[in-house]
């Protein structure tokens, strides 16, 4: 079993967390501010809203704007190129959301 550290190429001595970043299913492409070096994890739903989990250094001396993703099932794209994060469904709505992470700005 490979740990979560070497699998997304994180320095071992950094401490880790996980943090939350709000997604925009309406905005295609989502900027977040975020510590430097940030790895998405995840999407899920949460309280009728779209939410990436990613592993941040918190301790990181400097932030980078990282550009999120989002595509609708059956809407054409140029995005597919990108890391794939995920698929989400928000409560009460019928289209599944594709998130991608386009990288750093």
């Known amino acids: 079993c490979v740990s979560i550290s070497k699998r997304l190429k ?15 299913p309406k905005t295609p492409e ?8 940030m790895k ?3 999407v899920t739903e949460q309280s009728g809203k779209i939410v990436m989990w990613a592993v941040v250094d918190d301790q990181a001396t400097k932030n980078e704007l990282h550009k999120i993703h989002v595509v609708g099932t059956g809407v054409d ?29």
Do not use: W
């Open 10 to 24: 994180l320095k071992e001595s950094n401490i880790m967390k996980v943090f939350k970043y709000n997604i925009d």
């Open 30 to 37: 989502n900027v977040i501010d975020c510590p430097v070096g």
């Open 40 to 42: 998405p994890l995840s």
């Open 77 to 105: 794209s140029n995005i597919l190129m990108y890391p794939y994060v995920g698929a989400v469904q928000v409560r009460g709505e019928s289209t599944a959301y594709h998130v991608f992470d386009g990288g750093t700005v």
